[in-house]
């Protein structure tokens, strides 16, 4: 498979690896990261996957685009020697419903499903987090039951509270912080995703796997 450089700015080289949401494909986005950071290429600052492209940040006045390229094209045709880490799973305690995922009742609604159904359709994958992404700790969870997908609230809400799980289209994920947000909000977890004064400030990486755990209210999240 080839791969196509695009400009992102004076400092930054995109680098695309497909045009496809795929475990496999992101596997491999993830691995370039890896084989980049350990080489510790002089000039980069910094590398960000996510599904499909690798975002590379550079100092333009220690390392050239064209330069940049090579060192990238030639990593990645050694990509078959690079092991990848191994994924932990993260269980997801969740309440889903009421108060804690006020729109479970209209993708029931839109999936011609009960709200039952809903938790057990939505708990039932192990779900591979292909990014993190809109803001610190927020992980891209794909691969969600098409009876599931549904649209986006036409106008998102201006406040929605840290732990919120959401669905968005085919994907759904957990709001870290409270923020705005325009995915559908079906349940709440009291899982800390971001934390910055720990030494792991995100407790969910880029190929982990997520399940999330249907529990019983108990006082308030």
């Known amino acids: 498979m080839s791969i ?43 590398a960000v996957p996510t599904y499909r492209s690798l975002a590379i940040y550079y100092d333009p006045l220690t390392i050239g685009r064209d330069a940049l390229r090579q060192q990238v094209s030639s990593l ?61 700790g927020f992980p891209y969870l794909g691969d969600l039951s098409e009876r599931l997908a549904v649209p ?6 201006l406040k929605v509270p840290a732990g919120s799980v959401g669905i968005g289209g085919r994907q759904t ?15 709440r977890t009291s899982l800390r995703l971001f934390d910055p004064s720990s030494e792991t400030p995100t407790p969910i990486l880029p190929g982990d796997k997520v399940r999330f755990m249907p529990i019983a209210q108990r006082g308030r999240l």
């Not at 700015?9 to 993830?30: D, F, K, M, P, T």
């Not at 932990?88 to 029931?108: C, H, L, N």
Request: hydrophobic share 35%.
């Open 4 to 46: 196509r450089f695009r400009d992102g700015g004076e400092s930054c080289l995109v680098v695309e690896l497909g045009n496809a949401i795929e475990i496999a494909l992101n596997r491999q986005v993830r691995a370039l990261s890896q084989a980049l950071e350990q080489v510790r290429v002089k000039g980069v600052l910094e």
């Open 76 to 136: 990645y045709g050694s990509l078959a020697d690079q092991g990848d880490r191994t994924p932990k799973i993260v269980e997801v305690p969740t309440v889903y419903g009421r108060e804690y995922g006020p729109d479970i009742e209209f993708v029931a609604r839109h999936s011609g499903l009960s709200p039952d159904e809903v938790i057990r359709l939505h708990s039932e994958p192990l779900y591979h987090v292909y990014m993190l992404g809109f803001m610190a």
């Open 152 to 157: 986006r609230l036409s106008t998102p809400r």
């Open 173 to 187: 994920g957990i709001y870290p912080i409270e923020s705005p947000g325009g995915w559908r909000i079906i349940g």
